[in-house]
Structure formats: structure tokens, C-alpha cells
């Protein structure tokens, strides 16, 4: 069984900063594209960051790039999102979700929340302002 647990979300003040990190079980891990996903009030759950199985390449929303960090240690089978100079515009749930090995595989592949086939209970983000 599948299992993706997100910890470290909290409150946070504008300009902070918070590393969220989701353990796996119940997979090959290092096979799996890892992503994070957000879901604001009243709005579709949206992209955040993606990471390739083997870690080497990295995918960001244009909303976050340049502030947020994803990255994996596959030896823990764990993904982190680092998160600095925090907005009050990034409150939301976030959730980790892994997508399946598939080659060859596009970019886009991994920004698809369809391409996603487990998915973590998530962990709230407030941003104050």
C-alpha cells in the first residue's frame, strides 16, 4: 500500500521561510517522478514543483520559481520543498503526489497533476501578512 505523509506546513509570516517534507512508502521510490501540488480556498489544485525519479532535473511554476526549492533523497524516500520569501498569495494546502515511470517523458509529463497517481492527505500553509 501507497503511502505519501507531508509534514512541516505552518504559520508563517510574509518574507518567511518553511521546508515541507513527504515520506513515501509502499513504492520503488527512486522510479517515481515526485511533485507538489497546492489548493488555495476556493481554487483548482495547481502546480508547484516537480522532480525527476533519479533528481537531476527540476520543474517550477512560474509563480514560485526563483523562491521555492523541490528536492528528494532517495535514500530516505523523501521529497522536500524548500520555501523562502513567502507570500501571503501561497496559503493553501499542499500535497505531494507521485507519478509513475513513463520514457520518454516530457517536461509537461510531470507538471499534469493527471500524471499523478498517489497522492498525500496535505499540509496547510498560512501565510500572514
Known amino acids: 500500500q501507497v503511502q505519501l505523509v507531508e509534514s512541516g506546513g505552518g504559520l508563517v509570516q510574509a518574507g518567511g521561510s518553511l521546508r515541507l517534507s513527504c515520506a513515501a512508502s509502499?513504492?520503488?521510490?527512486?522510479?517515481?517522478?515526485m511533485g507538489w501540488f497546492r489548493q488555495a480556498p476556493g481554487k483548482e489544485r495547481a502546480f508547484v514543483a516537480a522532480?525527476?525519479?533519479?533528481?537531476?532535473?527540476?520543474y517550477y511554476a512560474d509563480s514560485v520559481k526563483g523562491r521555492f526549492t523541490i528536492s528528494r533523497d532517495n535514500a530516505k524516500n523523501t521529497v522536500y520543498l524548500q520555501m523562502n520569501s513567502l507570500k501571503p498569495e501561497d496559503t493553501a494546502v499542499y500535497s505531494c503526489?507521485?507519478?509513475?515511470?513513463?520514457?520518454?517523458?516530457?517536461?509537461?509529463?510531470?507538471?499534469?497533476?493527471?500524471?499523478?497517481?498517489?497522492w498525500g492527505q496535505g499540509t496547510q500553509v498560512t501565510v500572514s501578512s
Open positions: 503526489a507521485a507519478a509513475p515511470p513513463r520514457y520518454p517523458a516530457s517536461g509537461s509529463y510531470y507538471t499534469q497533476k493527471d500524471s499523478y497517481t498517489f
Open positions: 509502499g513504492l520503488t521510490f527512486s522510479a517515481y517522478g
Open positions: 522532480i525527476r525519479g533519479s533528481g537531476g532535473i527540476t
